[in-house]
Each structure stands twice: as structure tokens, then as C-alpha cells.
């Protein structure tokens, strides 16, 4: 199966700070989503990227899928208390017939 | 546009019953699909349809069921539910009907508490 590793596991920055969330893949992506999602509730997307190189801004949001599509990072540049939340990649498998979730990366966001 | 609708929105069972969930996708999207989240497992694929057919399974016991209907609204049931199943039940929308090649949609899920 192919697995998604993301990191860290979790994140507490000051407001302002910039960081950086990475997933990793042992095989290849065909599709890396990233997905923001607020405790017990639903996931917002974010971004998708799909060719290697790639690279997707959305506001203080920067999204990367590197050359090899084994992968992507996500980037927030001067951090706010609404960036708090878990932040998750997504990725479908070759054939396109089911999608895995990374195992999210909490962040906190200090006023 | 309405989101993807999901109902209810917290449940509370007791062991040995069952539950049916329902999900109503964004106007126009054919494919639904199911996750399960838990703090231990994470999001879990549980089945996705497409145009009333199962076309993905994820690895779940038989007691958990779907079905979807013309109008593209889609239930999933647990029958003889256990403590485990005790988790956030999501359920996405998507637009693409071959490969995942457009965004998941999400609704914002039912909280399944199991007794």
C-alpha cells in the first residue's frame, strides 16, 4: 500500500514565524493534495499538485511536489492564529483507484 | 454552490446496534467516498461509489455497507457496532469520474460515539 509520512507531528510557532510541514512517499505520487482540516470538523483544501517541480501559492500558503513526485512540502511564510489547525497531504495511488491520507501535522499558532 | 451535506451530525449508539449515515455531494459530483477518522488510525478509506457502484473498497469489515443512489446521495451503515467504531465518519465529493485527478470535497462529518 502506499503509505504517506508527514512531518512533524506537531508544530507550536509564534505568530509571524514562517515553518515548513513535509510528506513523504515510498513510491511515486500521481496527485498530492494538502488539506487543512479544524478539530471535528471537515477538511478544507488547499492546494493540488501534480507535475514534479511543481509549485502552488494560496495566499501565505506555498505548496512544493519535488522532481522526483516523492515529496511535497508545505510552506506558511509569517504565521497567523487562523493557520492553526492539522494540515493533512493526500495522495492517490497509480491506477487512481483509492486515495491515502498522510498522518497530519498539528499546528499551533501563539498570538 | 451547497457543500457536501452530512447528517447527522453527532450520534450516540450503544453496542450492538446499527447506524446509518447519509451524505449528500455537491450538486453535479458523482463519485462519493467515505472516511473514517480516528486519533489512533488517523483517516481511513472506507468505500468510494460512482454512479450507484462500489468501485473502491478499503480494508473494513463486512459490518460496514454503503450504497449510493441516482441522485448521487450515498448512506453507509455498521451493523452490530463495536466500541472501536467509535470515531468521525467524513464523507467526500468529487467531480472527476476515472482517476483522482480533481479535489476531494468534504462534509464536515458525523461524530459516531458508541456505548
Known amino acids: 500500500s502506499q503509505e504517506l509520512e508527514q512531518s512533524p507531528q506537531s508544530l507550536i510557532v509564534q505568530e509571524g514565524k514562517n515553518l515548513t510541514i513535509n510528506c513523504t512517499s515510498s513510491k511515486t505520487l500521481y496527485g498530492l493534495y494538502w488539506y487543512k482540516q479544524k478539530y471535528g470538523e471537515g477538511l478544507i483544501f488547499l492546494m493540488m499538485l501534480q507535475k514534479g517541480g511543481e509549485e502552488k501559492s494560496h495566499e501565505k500558503i506555498t505548496a512544493k511536489l519535488d522532481e522526483k513526485k516523492q515529496q511535497s512540502s508545505l510552506h506558511i511564510t509569517a504565521s497567523q492564529p487562523s493557520h492553526a489547525g492539522i494540515y493533512l497531504c493526500g495522495a492517490a495511488t497509480i491506477t487512481g483507484n483509492q486515495f491515502y491520507f498522510g498522518t497530519g501535522t498539528s499546528l499551533t499558532v501563539i498570538p | 454552490k451547497a457543500g457536501v451535506t452530512q447528517t447527522p451530525r453527532y450520534l450516540i449508539k450503544t453496542r450492538g446496534q446499527q447506524v446509518t449515515l447519509s451524505c449528500s455531494p455537491i450538486s453535479g459530483h458523482r463519485s462519493v467516498s467515505w472516511y473514517q477518522q480516528t486519533p489512533g488510525q488517523g483517516l481511513q478509506f472506507l468505500f468510494e461509489?460512482?454512479?450507484?457502484?462500489?468501485?473502491n473498497k478499503g480494508n473494513f469489515p463486512g459490518r460496514f455497507s454503503g450504497r449510493q443512489f441516482s441522485n448521487s446521495r450515498s448512506e453507509m451503515n455498521v451493523s452490530t457496532l463495536e466500541l472501536g467504531d467509535s470515531a468521525l465518519y467524513l464523507c467526500?465529493?468529487?467531480?472527476?469520474?476515472?482517476?483522482?485527478?480533481?479535489?476531494?470535497?468534504f462534509g464536515n462529518g458525523t461524530r459516531l460515539t458508541v456505548t
Open positions: 461509489y460512482f454512479s450507484e457502484t462500489q468501485r
Open positions: 467526500a465529493s468529487s467531480l472527476d469520474d476515472s482517476s483522482y485527478n480533481s479535489p476531494l470535497h
